[in-house]
């Protein structure tokens, strides 16, 4: 039964987008420390104070329900991932200009348009969500929003485990050398130490304290590709997604008075052309094969 929801088009495109943006957002703010202490490096209470100002975020959300009833969530997707790009360009200007001065307020900015971005982003899918068992009830004459939920949910569960593992998977790739771990060579492995007196290492060049150090460029080049390029290639396709979702205020209200009409008795032939557009592209079934003789649970 759980794989019967992906029959629904509107669900795919809307699963789609909030899986790909999600995980985009996981990555980014897993990397985003690592990236401000050894990519741009600034100490590690700076790298926090990014995360910090998803404060920001509270007025957004208010802002958002406004959005969400004037302009729907194809607007509200759109300028969401247009505020996340954004900032993700400028944190990549910073990596490749790398100013010697104000690296951190430079940052702190692009943090700022970002959260904004991200507080759009976590309103709007489960805002839309409930629109989705309407959608599938005109195919099934069934009411399973449960089962919805718990894909959905599944989905994000699953993804969120993903995002942390490809940044790990990523820094790896690129030789990325962790201080905090015991047994560390730094010495043997060419580190040296990001400030001055901040390591110590015994005589075989074991790590005694934890410490930050100065990474090698293809560490570096790498953390720069997952704070910026890989949260922007999935961001991107959710973007890209969220254009085709059709399923609004308008179109929701024209597939329930049609709901309404066939429960009242209504005959599905006399169905208008836009009820009948609509169902099909939310559906994405011919209306023939949309309000079933017998519901899916008495088949």
Known sequence: EFTSVFRNSSYNKHLTVYLFSFTGKDVYASALTFFAVYAVGMSESQGFWLQAVSIVGIPMTIWAMFLMLSHGPRFLWAF????????????????????????????????????????????????????????????????????????????????????????????????????LEKGTNLAASGYTPLHEGACKVDASGALESSCQVVQSAGASHMIAFVTVILPAILIGVALLVSRFVKLDKHTHAILMDEIHRLEAGGAKEDATPEARKVAEDLTGHSWDELWPEVPLSQR
């Not at 507080?119 to 099934?140: C, G, H, K, R, S």
């Open 80 to 179: 969401s991932f247009t505020l996340i790009l954004a900032s993700l360009a400028g944190v990549g200007a910073i990596y490749l200009i790398g100013p010697e001065s104000n690296a951190f307020i430079y940052l702190l900015a692009t943090a700022v348009i970002y959260q904004c971005g991200r507080a759009l982003l976590e309103y709007t899918p489960w805002n839309v969500y409930p629109f989705i068992p309407d959608v599938d009830y005109i195919m099934t004459r069934e009411d399973r929003a449960g089962i919805y939920a718990a894909v959905m949910t599944f989905g994000r569960k699953s993804t969120g485990a993903l995002g942390t593992f490809l940044v790990g998977w990523f820094m790896d790739l690129g030789g990325f050398v962790n201080p």
